[in-house]
């Protein structure tokens, strides 16, 4: 009986791994597909991939920190008056 009891276990055990083996395959194949569409379409509200969100993210992060020198400039009036006139100058 215990014997009977512990293969029937086993044989669970293997079935559970089975089944969820099966789903993760495809919720991998739905998302490739879904990446797929928006590699060659517009990205505007499309799944994208973890690589192309981190992609972005940098370029993000890169566009903020180009910004903030800008905004710490911006903090003394002489450098701004100074930038200013040399703008004037060029038109």
Do not use: W
Request: aromatic letters at 4%; one cysteine or more.
């Amino acid at each position: 009986m215990q014997a009977e009891l512990e293969h029937l276990r086993k044989e669970e055990e293997h079935v559970r791994r089975e089944i969820e083996s099966a789903l993760e395959k495809e919720n991998l194949d739905r998302e490739r597909t879904m990446v797929g569409i928006s590699e060659s379409e517009s990205t505007v509200g499309t799944l994208k991939s973890s690589t192309a969100l981190s992609e972005d993210l940098e370029q993000i992060r890169s566009k903020i920190d180009r910004f903030h020198p800008r905004k710490r400039l911006e903090l003394f009036p002489q450098v701004k008056s100074s930038s200013e006139t040399v703008l004037f100058c060029y038109k």
